[in-house]
C-alpha cells in the first residue's frame, strides 16, 4: 500500500486519508474540518517559507504546518491531475 | 396578535453570517460583550408578519465541540437560554464541510431553518443544489440567500415565522443515523440517562449519548455531577472499548465518519457539480499574492500602507483633534475664573478626554484597515505567508499585524490582537506588545539621546528599538515556555475565497470595533488623568521655604521706582528694557514657586518616595517623578522634564534649555539606562485599559505591569551597574 505522511505530498499531489493521528483538540478540529478517512485531498501550495502547507478538502482551502501534516496519513494517488 | 420569537444565528467562520444579521436585523442592532469574555454579542430586532423577531448573532464556529471559547458560548446559549429558533447560515460553496455543524444542530433537536447562502458563488463554480430535496432529506428548510446583495432576506424571515409557528411543512425532528453499531450505543446511554429525573427529555437524552461518543468534555462533566456518574461512565468505557474492537476506529473518529456519512448520502441526489477543477478567479489571485517570491514584498507593502494610512494620514484628524481640545481648554479657561474648578475641567477633564478622543482616528482607520483584510479573505493569507516567523516566536501567523501595529501605538495593536482565535496567542501577544517601542516613546528618545549622545542620538535610539523587538522575542520564548506550556492550539486555518468586500460591511465591522474602545476605554482613562491631575495639584497649600510673593512685589516695587526715573528723564527705550527685564525675574520667581509646588505636591513626593528604588539605577528624584507621569502617557516624560528643570512646560524634545538641563543631570550610562527604562517599563495607562479590556482580565493587567516594571528595573540596573564596571560611567 501506498501510504504515507500528507506532509510528504508535493505540490499538486492528492491522496486520500486514511486516518488522523494525535489528540484532542487537534484531532477533533480537524475531523470537523473534514479530514475524515476517505476523503480526497489535494496539494495546493507551501508557503513561500515551506511552511504552512494549502491544501484544498471538500472544495475548501485550508493550511495546516507540516508538523501537523505529519499526523495525517493518506494513501497517496498515483494519477496527474494538473490541468494548468 | 403580537408574537414574539427568539432566535440566534450560527455559522461556520465566513459562512456570511454577520451579513444575514445585519440584513435580518437593518440598523436595529447593539453590539456588546459575552459575560466575562471578550467575544462580541450582538443582538437586533425586527418585525415580519406581525412577530417581533429578536435575534442573537453567535461566534462562528465549525462546530459545537467544547474546545473553543467560541463554541461554548455558541453551544451555551442554544442550549440554556433555549431560543425559540436556530439561523444556520450554511455556505453553498462549501456544503459538505458547512453541512457538519447542521448535523450537530439537528442532534440538538431544536427548530431549525437554514440560510443557504452564497449561492451566487456556488452558481458560479459550477455547483447544483437542490435545496427543495435537501429540506425534506433534513427536514429542514433550506432557503438561498445572496448576503451581500440581500437577495434572500424576506423567504429567511418568513420561514423563521413558519417554522416558529410550526406552520412549515418540511419541518420534522429527524433522528441522523449513526450506524447500526453506533446506534446500539447510543441507545445504551439514553436507556441509562433517562431513568434519572434530571434528563427525562427523549431527544435530549440521544444528544448526550451522542456527544459522550464524541467524547464531549462539558457533557462528561454534567455526568460527573450527576447521581448517574458511575453507570454512565462505565458504559462509556465498555462502548469504547467494543466499538474499537468490532470497528477498529475510536468513537470520536466513527462519529465524525458517520456524519460525513450522512452529509455524503444526502447530497448524493441534491448536489451536483457541472464543472470540475476549473481553476476559480480567487485562485488565480492567490498564485500572486502569495507567490513564492512576490508574497513577501505585496504583504510588506499591505503592511505598510496600513501603517502610513493609520499613523501618517490618521495625523491630520489627530491634528485636529488636537487642536479642537487645546481651543476647548483655552475658551473654557477663559470663561471660568482663576481656580480649583478651572484647573479641574481643563487640566483633568479636558485634557483627559482629548488624549482619549486624539486616538480615534488611529482606532478607527486601524480597524478599517483590518476589517478589509478579513472581509476579502487577505488575513488569512497574510497568516499563512508569516506564519512561519511568528511561530519560531510562540506565536501565531496572525499575531503579526498586532506586533507590527505595536510600533505605532500600542493601544490598537492590542485592540488587533481580536484576530487571533485562541485565547493562548491573543494574551501572550497582548503581554508582549509593549515591548514593541511606540510612537509615543520617541519623543523621549529624541529629548535624551539628542542630549546626551549628539551625532551618535541616531544609532542610539535604532538600538532601543531592537532592543525592545529582542526582548519581545525573548519574553515571548520565555512566557510560550512558562505559563502557556501545553496549550498549543491547532493552526488549522481556512483560507476562503477572496471577496469584493462591501462598504457597508466592512464599516459595520470597524464601527462594532471603535465604538467599543470609544465606550469602553474612554472611562478608564479618563479617570486615571484626572487622578495624575489630583496628585500633582495637591496639596494646594504649601510651606514655601521662602515668600514667593512678597519678593515678587519687592521686586515690582523696585522696578517701578526705576521705572519712574527713567520715564522722568524720557528714556521710553530704557523704560522697554526694564520692564522685560522685570517679567524675566519674575517669571524665575515662578518658576522656582512652581518647582517648589511640584516637589511639595503629592506626585513629588511620590517621586521621592520611590527614589531608594531608583537609585542603583542612578536616577533622581525628577527622573522618578518623570517616570511616574509617563505611566499616564509615555511622551508625557519630557514636559515633566520640562517643568522639573524649569525650562517651562512648552518646550518639545528639540528645546536646546532642556538638553543642556539633561546634560546637567544625566550622564550618558544614566541617560541610556533611563531610556531602556522608559522603554520598558509598565504600559501606559491607555494600554492597560486595553489590555484589561481585551485580556478581561485584572490578573493579567496586573502581571503586565509587574513583569515589565521589573524587567526594567533589571535591564536598567544591569546596563548602569554593568557600564560602571566597565568604566563607561
Ligand atoms: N458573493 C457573496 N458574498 C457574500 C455573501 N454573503 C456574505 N458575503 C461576503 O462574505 C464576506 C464575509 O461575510 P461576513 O458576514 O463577515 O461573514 P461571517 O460569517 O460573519 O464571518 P465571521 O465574522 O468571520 O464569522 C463579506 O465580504 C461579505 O460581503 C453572499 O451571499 N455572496
Known sequence: MNIRKLSELKTGEKGIIERVTGVGRFRQRLMEMGFVPGAEIVVEKFAPLRNPIEYVLKGYHVSLRHDEAEKVMVRKLEEQTEDH | ?729
Open chain 2, 1 to 729: 396578535m403580537a408574537k414574539k420569537i427568539t432566535i440566534a444565528i450560527v455559522g461556520n467562520p465566513n459562512s456570511g453570517k454577520t451579513t444575514i444579521f445585519n440584513n435580518i436585523t437593518g440598523a436595529h442592532q447593539k453590539v456588546g460583550n459575552w459575560p466575562g469574555v471578550t467575544v462580541e454579542k450582538k443582538e437586533g430586532i425586527t418585525t415580519y408578519d406581525g412577530c417581533t423577531i429578536q435575534a442573537v448573532d453567535l461566534p462562528g464556529t465549525y462546530s459545537l465541540t467544547a474546545y473553543s471559547l467560541e463554541e461554548i458560548i455558541a453551544r451555551n446559549y442554544i442550549i440554556g437560554e433555549k431560543p425559540d429558533l436556530v439561523v444556520d447560515v450554511i455556505d453553498a460553496s462549501t456544503l459538505e464541510r458547512n453541512l457538519y455543524l447542521a448535523t450537530q444542530l439537528i442532534d440538538l433537536g431544536v427548530k431549525l431553518v437554514f440560510a443557504l447562502n452564497m449561492v451566487d458563488v456556488a452558481r458560479s463554480r459550477g455547483l447544483i443544489i437542490d435545496h427543495e430535496n435537501l429540506s425534506l432529506l433534513m427536514g429542514v428548510p433550506f432557503v438561498p440567500t445572496v448576503g451581500s446583495k440581500n437577495q434572500g432576506t424576506k423567504d429567511l424571515l418568513k420561514a423563521i415565522v413558519g417554522v416558529a409557528e410550526d406552520r412549515e411543512s418540511v419541518s420534522r425532528h429527524i433522528h441522523i443515523n449513526y450506524g447500526l453499531e453506533l446506534e446500539e450505543e447510543i441507545e445504551q446511554f439514553q436507556g441509562l440517562i433517562r431513568t434519572s429525573a434530571s434528563f427525562p427529555d427523549e431527544h435530549h437524552s440521544r444528544w448526550m449519548g451522542i456527544k459522550l461518543l464524541e467524547n464531549d468534555e462539558e457533557v462528561i462533566k454534567e455526568i460527573e455531577k450527576s447521581p448517574l456518574k458511575k453507570k454512565v461512565l462505565d458504559q462509556l468505557g465498555k462502548s469504547k472499548a467494543h466499538l474499537n474492537e468490532i470497528l477498529g476506529e475510536d468513537s470520536e473518529t466513527l462519529m465524525a465518519d458517520r456524519r460525513y456519512g450522512f452529509i455524503h448520502g444526502a447530497l448524493k441526489e441534491t448536489f451536483r457539480q457541472a464543472q470540475r477543477n476549473r481553476r476559480y478567479l480567487s485562485d488565480q489571485v492567490d498564485m500572486v499574492l502569495t507567490n513564492r517570491l512576490l508574497g513577501f514584498p505585496i504583504f510588506i507593502f499591505f503592511i505598510w500602507a496600513m501603517f502610513q494610512l493609520t499613523f501618517s494620514v490618521g495625523q491630520y484628524p489627530m491634528d485636529w483633534i488636537d487642536a479642537g481640545v487645546g481651543l476647548l481648554a483655552r475658551v473654557v479657561g477663559d470663561l471660568m475664573g482663576e481656580g480649583l474648578p478651572r484647573n479641574l475641567v481643563v487640566g483633568g477633564l479636558i485634557s483627559g478626554v482629548g488624549g482619549v478622543a486624539v486616538f480615534l482616528p488611529n482606532i478607527f482607520i486601524l480597524f478599517f484597515c483590518i476589517a478589509l483584510f478579513e472581509d476579502t479573505g487577505y488575513m488569512a493569507r497574510a497568516a499563512f505567508i508569516m506564519d512561519k516567523v511568528m511561530h519560531t516566536l510562540g506565536l501565531h501567523g496572525k499575531s503579526f499585524i498586532p506586533m507590527i501595529m505595536g510600533f505605532g501605538c500600542n493601544v490598537p495593536a492590542i485592540m488587533a490582537t481580536r484576530v487571533l482565535e485562541s485565547r493562548r496567542d491573543r494574551i501572550l501577544t497582548i503581554l508582549i506588545n509593549p515591548l514593541i517601542s511606540c510612537s509615543a516613546r520617541l519623543p523621549v528618545y529624541v529629548l535624551i539621546a539628542g542630549a546626551l549622545f549628539g551625532a551618535y542620538a541616531g544609532n542610539v535610539i535604532f538600538s532601543l528599538y531592537v532592543i525592545g523587538i529582542l526582548l519581545a522575542i525573548l519574553m515571548g520564548q520565555i512566557f510560550k515556555r512558562t505559563l502557556f506550556r501545553g496549550e498549543i492550539a491547532p493552526f488549522v486555518l481556512e483560507l476562503p475565497p477572496y471577496r469584493m468586500p462591501t462598504l457597508k460591511g466592512t464599516l459595520i465591522h470597524m464601527w462594532e470595533r471603535g465604538s467599543i474602545f470609544i465606550r469602553k476605554m474612554g472611562g478608564v482613562i479618563l479617570v486615571g488623568s484626572i487622578l495624575v491631575w489630583a496628585l500633582s495639584s495637591f496639596p494646594q497649600t504649601v510651606d514655601y521655604s521662602r515668600d514667593y510673593d512678597m519678593e515678587k512685589r519687592k521686586i515690582q516695587e523696585r522696578y517701578a521706582i526705576q521705572k519712574e526715573e527713567l520715564m522722568q528723564s524720557w528714556q521710553s527705550e530704557k523704560v522697554q528694557l526694564l520692564t522685560r527685564e522685570m517679567n524675566l525675574k519674575i517669571a524665575e520667581l515662578e518658576a522656582l514657586r512652581k518647582d517648589e509646588f511640584q516637589e511639595n505636591s503629592f506626585l513629588g513626593r511620590l517621586g521621592k518616595a520611590i527614589v531608594p528604588f531608583l537609585r542603583p539605577l542612578g536616577f533622581d528624584w525628577k527622573g522618578g517623578v518623570a517616570l511616574l507621569t509617563g505611566f499616564v502617557a509615555k511622551e508625557i516624560v519630557v514636559s515633566t522634564f520640562g517643568i522639573l528643570y524649569q525650562v517651562g512646560e512648552k518646550e518639545g524634545e528639540e528645546s536646546e534649555g532642556l538638553r543642556t538641563a539633561i546634560r546637567n543631570a544625566m550622564t550618558p550610562l544614566i541617560g541610556y539606562a533611563f531610556m531602556v527604562f522608559v522603554l520598558v517599563y509598565t504600559p501606559c495607562l491607555a494600554t492597560l485599559a486595553a489590555i484589561r479590556r481585551e485580556t478581561g482580565s485584572w490578573g493579567w493587567t496586573g502581571f503586565s505591569v509587574g513583569y515589565s516594571l521589573i524587567l526594567a528595573w533589571i535591564l536598567a540596573f544591569v546596563i548602569y551597574r554593568g557600564g560602571m564596571i566597565l568604566g563607561l560611567g
